[in-house]
């Protein structure tokens, strides 16, 4: 009686800190969602171009200049060459080590990007090279302090798409850091589910998942109960990405802790739901089923003996998840 209790206490802290996190998540979440509406393009009226105004001037300071030229522009430079062995190129004289670094660059970016994707970075990159290279000419030509090449609009379109192209890589550097940390939590999230073939006296499992997006909240799994005891679970966080996982590893840890406290069957789905209710968004679903199977060997006047399975179904947020004899389940 003494180490159930324990067990459920330890399990109660484990529930008010998860509560903390997920709603110091959800407060994230919101303050994030009322920054992007009041970054929304208002209505054509009186305060328009205020607005405007706001938007291209609001928290624009000269550190924040200093610091997108210097550290994130160093910071991305680091990000793409990080993969890149350029020790061999020390001893080589500049005019040879350049242009074979800028090279291996070019092979280390255009290998993180998606075959079309790749296709047009390897044709847009040798086009503006080509362009700063006739704006060198230009200033070769008219002298390097004059100014007449500011009145050809062929600079400017070299210039504009030379600053295009360096705010597109720095957004390129953070997609592919999110892309990287994403897949770390696709592999975390593998790890949580049981993709190993399951079996025990007679009853053999197999799994599979394939989420719509890098992560989701698809949730399966097999649990061994005992020695004639087994747990099948389904279970399926509302929405998809990085939430989802969230909640979906909340849900998996949770039915676990009740599980090893040692509750089954009604019980451990009613408290699982208490708890879920007080963790989740007020906006997140999970629907989850939990089947149990129980198997029982009597012995006969024949050497085998006779196996008898008792089943048992517990649901959440959802009906029964099959029916027997072609008869749909009534919707609870």
């Given amino acids: 009686m003494t180490v159930a209790r324990d067990r459920f206490n330890r399990f109660d802290r484990f529930a008010e800190r998860t509560r903390e996190r997920f709603d110091a998540f959800a407060s994230r979440f919101a303050a994030e969602a009322r920054k992007a509406r009041a970054r929304s393009v208002p209505a054509l009226d009186a305060d328009y171009w205020k607005a405007l105004q706001d938007l291209f001037t609001r928290d624009v300071t000269h550190e924040g200049l200093s610091a997108l030229f210097r550290q994130e522009a160093q910071d991305t430079f680091h990000f793409f060459t990080r993969e890149i062995d350029l020790s061999d190129l020390q001893a080589r004289p500049w005019h040879k080590r350049w242009p074979i670094a800028l090279w291996r660059t070019f092979q280390a970016v255009a290998y993180r990007l998606s075959p079309w994707r790749r296709i047009l970075f390897a044709l847009a990159t040798p086009i503006l090279l ?24 062929e600079v400017w379109a070299i210039l504009g798409a030379s600053l295009l192209f360096f705010l597109l890589v720095l957004e390129l ?39 719509a997006n890098t992560v989701g909240g698809d949730y399966f799994d097999v649990i061994r109960l005992g020695p004639e005891r087994m747990a099948v679970v389904v279970g399926d966080v509302a929405g998809k990405g990085m939430p989802a996982a969230l909640l979906m590893a909340l849900l998996q840890g949770s039915l676990h802790t009740l599980v090893n406290a040692g509750l089954r069957g009604a019980p451990l789905v009613g408290t699982l739901n208490a708890h879920l ?35 048992s179904l517990a649901t959440i947020g959802c009906g029964p998840p099959w029916s027997r004899g072609g008869k749909r389940p009534a919707p609870r």
Avoid: H, Y
């Fill in 277 to 311: 209710c007080q963790s989740l968004p007020g906006n997140r679903l999970t629907p989850c089923s939990a089947a149990g199977t129980t198997s029982s060997s009597t012995p006969t006047a024949s050497p085998r003996r006779r196996t008898r399975r008792t089943r």
């Fill in 130 to 153: 080509l362009g700063w290279l006739r704006f060198g000419m230009i200033l070769v030509l008219a002298g390097p302090l004059s100014v007449a090449p500011l009145s050809d609009w």
């Fill in 173 to 211: 550097r953070d997609k592919l850091g999110l892309k990287g940390d994403l897949e770390v939590a696709r592999q975390i999230q593998f790890g949580l589910l049981p993709f190993e073939p399951f079996s025990q006296d007679g009853v053999s499992v197999a799994t599979a998942m394939r989420p």
